[in-house]
């Protein structure tokens, strides 16, 4: 045989052999795609700090992936929850029965993520929960079938509520909304208050989503608290500050203390407003170069800086999507075991892991939002003051009531 011919065989050999290996690739892949399912509140309260700008990270993770993995494609599929448990449950199995979706991204509303979740364990699927802030979620509602991304309760009242207790605020009226993510953070909250010597001396529950928060705002006014500590989220925390403003309560001498605020509220209620108040965030768009790079991309997409949500919902993608890769299949099981055995270094999160209990850790923040004079441009608005550790961040497993933690 000729050096060519010879050359010639090997070449075909190979080409065989990779298409061989692609089609066994791809048989290990259901249906032969990836497929992957957005949930989200696309309209309502909390469409600014995931919703559609949620979905376009998660294309940003796809498309920087490579649009497949192993040969097969990655499909996207995208609902609006409104919010609505029951609308998420329901699109979710549907996606599960009739689309066949591997995994299901997004997940905001904590009442929306709770139900979904016990629909992936029912049925199993796998979910990644990026938007809610329930501690519960990896906790008394663990399933084997979810992970807990970007944050949740547990770490914002470690790092908000103690820092301000130091700082004086030790008396608190609690204005919380009234479903499980409100529930949740009241109780961390509480917990923290009165462990730093702080104590709670009233509180009230408002509907989930409210507009008009006069009354709530009167009864807090009236309880004397220093701090009026607002476990909300989006529009209803944005709703609560514009109303306490209107009602002077900030300026008789009572202070707020936002326990779950977005880049998207400082932003759209301004630093006049805002100025010094302390937050706990997961990640911020300014933190390192990596960050800002990350974020200008996002930015050139969207005409704003992502929120640690938006944010998380890529990083969570791009995770999964490794994960899937190293695994050579698309398996639920098989793809959150790969998953936990995979560290997790990115742009958004340092020192991150995955915990058995589905609780992703990672270094949180305690942030300052900036006064006008300080920030030098639209979207610099905060001041990091301090890292909590990841092991520090969130609930010990020795505390946790998750039947996947042995204790």
């Known amino acids: 045989m000729t050096f060519m011919k010879k050359t010639l065989a090997a070449s075909i050999a190979i080409a065989a052999a990779s298409s ?3 089609s066994t690739a791809q048989a290990d892949m259901s249906d032969g795609e990836v497929r992957i399912g957005y949930l989200a509140d696309m309209s309502g309260t909390y469409r600014d700090l995931a919703g559609p700008g949620g979905l376009t990270a998660m294309e940003m993770a796809v498309a920087d ?22 609308v998420g449950a329901n699109t979710v199995r549907g996606w599960i029965d009739q689309d066949n979706v591997d995994m299901v991204g997004g997940l905001v509303a904590s009442s929306v993520s709770i139900a979904v979740t016990k629909v992936l ?17 990896t906790n008394e509602h663990c399933t084997p079938n979810h992970i807990h991304w970007v944050y949740d309760t547990y770490p914002l009242a470690n790092g908000t509520a103690k ?39 009233g509180g009230v529950r408002h509907p989930f989503p409210t507009n008009d928060f006069s009354s709530y705002i009167l009864q807090a006014q009236g ?25 002077g309560l900030t300026q008789s001498g009572q202070q707020l203390a936002g326990l779950l605020i977005f880049l998207n509220d400082v932003h759209a209620l301004g630093l006049e407003a805002t100025q010094n108040l302390l937050l706990t965030t997961g990640w911020y768009w300014d933190m390192d170069e990596q960050s800002r790079e990350w974020a200008q991309r996002y930015f050139d997409e969207v005409g704003r800086m992502p929120t640690m949500v938006q944010a998380g919902i890529y990083s969570s993608t791009m995770h999964y999507l490794k ?17 936990a055995e995979m560290p997790i270094e990115d742009f958004f999160a340092r020192n991150g892991s995955i915990r058995e209990d589905g609780r992703m ?3 949180m923040y305690l ?34 009531q998750c039947k996947l933690v042995q204790n």
């Open 65 to 86: 992936f490579g649009g497949s993995v192993n040969g097969a494609s990655i499909v996207i599929s995208s609902a609006d929850d409104r919010n609505s448990a029951d």
């Open 163 to 201: 820092a301000v207790v130091e700082q004086g605020g030790d008396s608190w009226f609690m204005l919380t909304a009234d479903y499980a993510f409100g529930h949740a953070l009241e109780a961390d909250v509480t917990k923290v208050v009165e462990e730093s010597g702080g104590e709670i001396v």
């Open 223 to 247: 309880s004397g608290a220093k701090i009026i500590g607002l476990a909300n989220a989006g529009a209803d925390t944005v709703n609560a500050i514009t109303t306490a403003s209107q009602f």
């Open 361 to 363: 850790i990672h270094d």
């Open 323 to 339: 994960a899937v890769e190293a695994a050579g299949t698309d398996d639920p099981e098989t793809v959150r075991a790969q998953m």
């Open 20 to 22: 061989l290996a692609m």
């Open 367 to 400: 942030a300052q939002v900036k006064t006008p004079d300080e920030s030098t441009g639209e979207w610099d608005l905060y001041e990091i003051l301090s890292t909590i550790p990841a092991e520090e961040a969130y609930r010990p497993l020795s505390e946790s």
């Open 121 to 137: 364990e029912e049925n199993n699927g796998l979910g990644i929960v990026s938007g809610s802030a329930a501690s519960s979620i």
